[in-house]
């Protein structure tokens, strides 16, 4: 399973840190990915990691603000979201791939087989 941790409640312009970590699994995954779910909208990629060699993917909206990053000893990824914007409120899911996909495929929900549980996020004004 993929348990998340993290997110909360902030101001605007403030930071914060989601972790993903794989329990229980046997092999490594191939790619990790960050998605957010805002009321009434598609779930989005927000940031993807290729895990053997660390190649990410950042959606334009967080670009610059937002990093994603792995632990190998931990089997973890972290999304380190900082200078928050009240648009950025959802619900933020990790999700987990084995098979091995690069940064163009991994964005897309749908190559995903693997969820975590979500987690909100919301930033005030």
């Known amino acids: 399973q993929l348990v998340q941790s993290g997110g909360g409640l902030v101001q605007s312009g403030e930071s914060l840190r989601l972790s993903c970590t794989a329990e229980?699994?046997?092999?490594?995954?191939?790619?990790i990915g960050w998605f957010r779910q805002a009321p009434g909208k598609e779930r989005e990629g927000v940031s993807c990691i290729v895990w053997d060699d660390g190649s990410t993917y950042h959606a334009d909206s967080v670009k610059g603000r937002f990093t994603i990053t792995r632990d190998n000893a931990k089997n973890t990824v972290n999304l380190q979201m900082n200078t928050l914007k009240p648009e950025d409120t959802a619900l933020y899911y990790c999700?987990?791939?084995?098979?091995?996909?690069?940064?163009?495929?991994?964005?897309?929900?749908?190559?995903?087989?693997?969820w975590g549980q979500g987690t909100q996020v919301t930033v005030s004004t």
């Open positions: 999700a987990a791939v084995f098979t091995s996909y690069g940064t163009r495929r991994l964005p897309d929900r749908k190559n995903y087989p693997y």
């Open positions: 229980g699994f046997t092999l490594n995954f191939n790619g």
